[in-house]
């Protein structure tokens, strides 16, 4: 009986030495692991970039601070893509809590229901990318005490205690579209805007810096115009963003840009839109608006007149002579026709329209000079 209990014992032994060496591993490996977070960043999936030869830093990308408002069926997405780009600190604004109705999104789980978008979203972004910094504000930012707030934190929460790099709205009503106008004409912030029709099969991205492009105020949807509550509008059971795949589009058009004006590369869009149903992606600048509402636009849009603009090199040009000498507006005529008769084609190549020759021509001017039968004038056309 002792001979079973000392194997039992060297058994147990064994297994606790085993299991030992095991936690010993796997913590060498989290150790090799962290240290490569804190060289290489392997969190962040920009490294392609830089080895392919399109930024000669990606790793820039912890430096900047992005504000995104609004953490629905954009903006959740948005948020994901930016966490796993490895940015430096992300801020969400939003006052709405997951519900059911939410699982159409890419990013919400059943078991966050009742949490607050925000809150719900920060707990899933950490545990994708701990090394990013997430900050979440839980209020509107429409009504006259948060708006104070807000303001002041896209101007003092960057990672220098500045203003943030970038102002993302992801929002989904025009009231809130404007409170982010308002701010960021009259910080002179940085911003992108987004959305999706009610139809969920459009969208698009639109680059705002003020003073330099059109912001949201300058051309006004027509409800805002006409002074119509866009609440009145809203219709029982209709979802606008409702399709994940639409959603996923817009959001990464948006992320997209925003790396290429972080990390500056390629060309910024100053807008773009996307319809499904026509695979149409209309691209456009928006000038501003010289009589524009918002009176801190028209404040920006004269300091961006003053500011000095780079030179643009133009090559010499010879000066060029008027065709004629009385030819006040240089016109001048150039044949352009081509005789189908002088076209020449390569060998076992056919027309499939031959030129007449001038004799058929001439047979058909002299039967319709006769009096001739509709028939045979219908056997002669055949006959050419």
């Given at each position: 009986m002792s001979n079973i209990q000392e194997l039992e014992a060297k058994i147990k032994d064994l297994e606790e030495k085993l299991a030992s060496a095991t936690q010993k591993n796997v913590?060498?490996?989290i150790e090799t692991m962290s240290s490569e977070v804190v060289d290489s960043n392997p969190y962040s999936r920009l490294m392609a970039l830089k080895r392919m030869g399109i930024v000669n830093n990606y790793e820039r990308i912890r430096e900047f601070t992005v504000a995104v408002v609004g953490i629905g069926g954009v903006g959740s997405v948005t948020a994901e893509m930016l966490t796993r780009c490895g940015i430096g600190r992300l801020i969400l604004f939003d006052y709405d809590k997951v519900e059911l109705a939410n699982m159409n999104r890419l990013f919400f789980q059943p078991h966050q229901s009742g949490l607050s978008k925000v809150e719900a979203a920060?707990?899933?972004?950490?545990?994708?990318?701990?090394?990013?910094?997430i900050h979440t504000y839980n209020y509107n930012i429409t009504t006259v005490d948060s708006f104070d707030n807000f303001t002041n934190v896209l101007t003092t929460s960057s990672l220098t205690d500045g203003p943030v790099e970038l102002i993302l709205s992801c929002v989904d009503n025009f009231e809130a579209r404007f409170a982010?106008?308002?701010a960021c004409n009259e910080f002179n912030l940085t911003w992108f805007e987004s959305g999706v029709s009610e139809n969920a099969v459009s969208g698009h991205i639109q680059f705002i810096s003020p003073g330099e492009t059109a912001c949201f105020a300058c051309a006004p949807p027509l409800i805002v115009a006409s002074n119509i509550d866009e609440k009145t509008l809203k219709r029982d059971g209709v979802c606008a963003a409702s399709l994940p795949t639409t959603m996923g589009i817009v959001a990464g058009f948006l992320v997209q840009n925003t790396l290429k004006y972080l990390l500056q590369f390629g060309q910024v869009t100053n807008y773009l839109g996307y319809s499904a149903l026509t695979d149409f992606f209309p691209t456009m600048n928006?000038?501003?608006?010289?009589?524009?509402?918002?009176?801190?636009?028209r404040?920006?849009?004269?300091?961006?007149?003053?500011?000095?603009k780079p030179e643009v090199a133009v090559?010499?040009?010879?000066?060029e002579k008027p065709?004629?000498?009385?030819?006040?507006?240089?016109?001048?005529?150039?044949?352009?026709?081509v005789d189908e008769r002088d076209v020449t084609?390569?060998?076992?190549?056919?027309?499939?329209?031959?030129?007449?020759?001038?004799?058929?021509?001439?047979?058909?001017?002299?039967?319709?000079s006769n009096d001739v039968s509709l028939d045979e004038l219908m056997a002669q056309m055949k006959s050419i």
């Open positions: 913590r060498e490996k920060a707990d899933t972004l950490r545990n994708i990318n701990p090394d990013v910094d982010i106008n308002t928006l000038k501003p608006n010289p009589n524009c509402d918002d009176l801190n636009c404040k920006r849009q004269k300091e961006f007149e003053l500011k000095p090559e010499a040009k010879e000066e065709v004629h000498e009385d030819n006040e507006w240089g016109i001048s005529l150039v044949e352009e026709s084609v390569s060998e076992g190549v056919t027309l499939a329209y031959t030129f007449p020759d001038q004799s058929s021509i001439e047979e058909c001017q002299e039967a319709t």
